[in-house]
T-cell receptor
């Protein structure tokens, strides 16, 4: 079982739609969680950290469910520019390492 | 501006040749990492270093070597033993000592291909 698992997608949605991605992690000791965005042939860039109480940044909302060991990312009012691969990340090895999921591909269509 | 610089952006390797990818950071981060990404795939950890003069193997270290003589620099050598080196290589750094919610920062990558 992979430490961090994501549905690879692709998720094809129309502009303006709301889309949600889930990600599960296997290490119950994980404390830090992040969502990264990766555009085609580019490096991953930090989208947002995920806090225990949930957090929002504009159209993006991240949630953490420790009991079920999953984190989620909600994107409201999708834009064409949101098309990318979204990587879920959890720390491991007593916080020394970050483990990346395989990514979920989002395609927003006009 | 603080950041991570990888060079070159594109690199071609001949059969039997060793090549070295450069990664320099001025973020004053202790930890540095090398990942490999194949088309349509996730990131796989090659090597990481938590502090100068120390480094550890990741999940796919065979055919690669690293050094960490300076805090700012973490070069990766792709040796001739790596039979399938064509991939996108990403270097990252992180401040590991303030563990809580410390993300990794990435360089913009090196694309390596076989001639």
């Amino acid at each position: 079982r992979k430490e961090v698992e994501q549905d690879p997608g692709p998720f094809n949605v129309p502009e303006g739609a709301t889309v949600a991605f889930n990600c599960t992690y296997s290490n119950s000791a994980s404390q830090s969680f992040f969502w990264y965005r990766q555009d085609c042939r580019k490096e991953p860039k930090l989208l947002m950290s995920v806090y225990s109480s949930g957090n929002e940044d504009g159209r993006f909302t991240a949630q953490l469910n420790r009991a079920s060991q999953y984190i989620s990312l909600l994107i409201r009012d999708s834009k064409l520019s949101d098309s990318a691969t979204y990587l879920c990340v959890a720390d491991s090895n007593a916080g020394n390492m970050l483990t990346f999921g395989g990514g979920t591909r989002l395609m927003v269509k006009p | 501006d603080g950041g991570i610089t990888q060079s070159p952006k594109y690199l071609f390797r001949k059969e039997g040749q060793n090549v070295t990818l450069s990664c320099e950071q001025n973020l004053n981060h202790d930890a540095m990492y090398w990942y490999r990404q194949d088309p349509g795939q996730g990131l796989r950890l090659i090597y990481y270093s938590q502090i100068v003069n120390d480094f550890q193997k990741g999940d796919i270290a065979e055919g690669y070597s690293v050094s960490r003589e300076k805090k700012e620099s973490f070069p990766l050598t792709v040796t001739s033993a790596q039979k399938n080196p064509t991939a996108f290589y990403l270097c990252a750094s992180r401040d590991p000592w303030g563990y809580s919610n410390q993300p990794q920062h990435f360089g913009d990558g090196t694309r390596l291909s076989i001639l």
